[in-house]
Each structure stands twice: as C-alpha cells, then as structure tokens.
C-alpha cells in the first residue's frame, strides 16, 4: 500500500520561499512510467495541480505556477520536494503530495497524504 506524507513549514511570510517535502513508503519515486504530484487547495477555492516529478527525473509545473515553482527528489530517501519562492497570502492553503500526474482533484490519483496546511502571513 502506497502512503505518502507531507512535511514541512507551516507558516511562512510573505516574499519567502515555502518548501516542503513528501516521503513515500510501499512505491518508489522511480518506479517506472509512475508521477508524483503536488496539489494545492486555498480556502474556499478549487484545488490546483501545482507540478510532479517523472520516474525518470523530469520535472513539470503548472504554467501559472512555473515560474516560482521547483520540484526536486532525493531518491535515497524516497522523496520529493517543492519549493515555492516569493510567497503571498494567496498562496495559503492545504498542500497535498500524490502519486499520479497532472489532475486538480485528488480523486484522481492513485494515492494522497494527509495534506498540510501552510499559512502565509503578510
């Protein structure tokens, strides 16, 4: 059974750099043709698919979110990471990592964590 569990910063001020961290156990990061994702929800608004990370060691981002977005993995441990810079009180929400590729809904992937909720103070 795959688990996958967010960690990181729950608050960070605004113009700095949020970073988190999912850890994945029962899969690995490399296991081949797999996506591991990173989703968004603000309060009281959609969700958004924020990026993933390719078995192979590509990278892909949201358009809207490109620019101050950098996905990264460490493959010894089995994790990847996000990185968003220049932070703003609009970029509060509950942050979720997955296992699957390019949907807006969790629904949609194979398998989510918990989420964790980043406040970003102005």
């Known amino acids: 059974q795959v688990q996958l569990q967010e960690s990181g910063s729950g608050l960070v001020k605004s113009s700095q750099t949020l970073s988190l961290t999912c850890t994945v156990s029962g899969d690995s990061i490399t296991t081949t043709n797999s996506y591991w994702s990173w989703i968004r929800q603000p309060p009281g608004k959609a969700p958004e698919w924020i990026g993933a990370?390719?078995?192979?060691?590509?990278?892909y981002y949201n358009p809207s979110l490109q620019s101050r977005t950098s996905i990264s993995r460490d493959t010894s441990k089995n994790q990847f990471s996000l990185q968003l810079s220049a932070v703003t009180p609009e970029d509060t929400a509950i942050y979720y990592c997955a296992r699957g590729y390019g949907s807006d809904l969790l629904e949609c992937y194979s398998a989510w964590g918990q989420g964790t909720h980043v406040a970003v103070s102005s």
């Open positions: 990370s390719h078995y192979a060691g590509n990278y």
